[in-house]
């Protein structure tokens, strides 16, 4: 029989909205830069593909009241953004198949070390470090929806101004597309978290700094950075 050398840690897990079930989160894929600011010229095959990176599972900070300040930056910014969460797996998928695989969608914030971002970017160094730290991935419940995505609003706040506001219609690949091109690269699981880019206004917050983040039709997100 086999026996761990230390007791494995805990799954990390994101609530699920209106229920006592929490979904166990596999890994999280990103998604670069995925909203056009000027409207999208005709015909797909101007739209460069989309490129991904990951964080840790356990990056999801779910519920947060409040976010720890990361060490080694002086340049932390919020990417405000829809999160599909898987509930089944499948690779080199179509988007209509992929769009099958969503159990629900959160309201999630892509922390960044903008600073080590810039200077991994300068040096072609990988982005660990500026994109996958701890409680990098602050998320809020999960909101079950089937069917079609959702379209409306996303936007953000730091102390009540707003710096962040985009539409979800607006993504250049839309969650069905993000997904089937994901799966063209790995293999996805039930519990993948999938962050599907930013809008226009990501910016620096600091410690103080009250966050409010939402998509309408999928739910709300706020947390104090300490
Ligand atoms: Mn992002």
């Known amino acids: 029989m086999m026996t761990y050398t230390f007791p494995p840690p805990a799954r990390p897990v994101v609530p699920v909205e209106g229920s006592s079930d929490v979904f166990p989160v ?16 005709m015909g797909d095959d ?3 593909p989309p490129f991904f990176f990951a964080k840790p599972a356990d990056a999801v900070a779910p519920l947060p009241t409040t976010v720890p300040y990361p060490s080694a930056t002086s340049d932390l910014h919020h990417e405000i953004e829809l999160v599909a969460a898987l509930k089944a797996g499948g690779e080199n998928l179509t988007p209509e198949q992929a769009i ?5 969608y959160a309201v999630g914030v892509d922390l960044t070390r903008r600073d080590l971002q810039a200077a991994a970017k300068a040096k072609s160094h990988p982005w660990e ?5 701890d409680a990098s991935a602050p998320i809020s419940a999960i909101r079950p929806i089937s069917g079609p995505p959702p379209q409306g609003a996303i936007f ?5 101004v707003e ?3 985009g539409q979800i219609a607006d993504m250049i690949w839309n969650v ?3 997904i089937a091109q994901a799966s063209q690269l790995w293999r996805l699981e039930a519990g993948d978290l999938i962050f599907t880019g930013t809008p226009e206004g990501v910016g620096a917050i600091v410690r103080g700094d009250r966050v409010e983040g939402e998509v309408e039709g999928v739910g709300k997100l706020s947390f104090t950075v300490v």
Do not use: P
Not at 26 to 41: D, K, M, S
Not at 100 to 104: N, R, S, Y
Not at 156 to 160: M, Q, R
């Open 100 to 104: 099958d695989l969503v159990f629900g």
């Open 156 to 160: 953000l706040s730091v102390n009540g």
């Open 176 to 178: 069905a597309e993000v």
């Open 163 to 165: 710096r962040q506001r």
């Open 46 to 48: 101007a739209r460069d």
């Open 129 to 133: 470090a500026a994109k996958a730290f």
């Open 26 to 41: 596999r890994r999280i894929l990103c998604v670069g830069r995925n909203y056009a600011a000027h409207a999208r010229e």
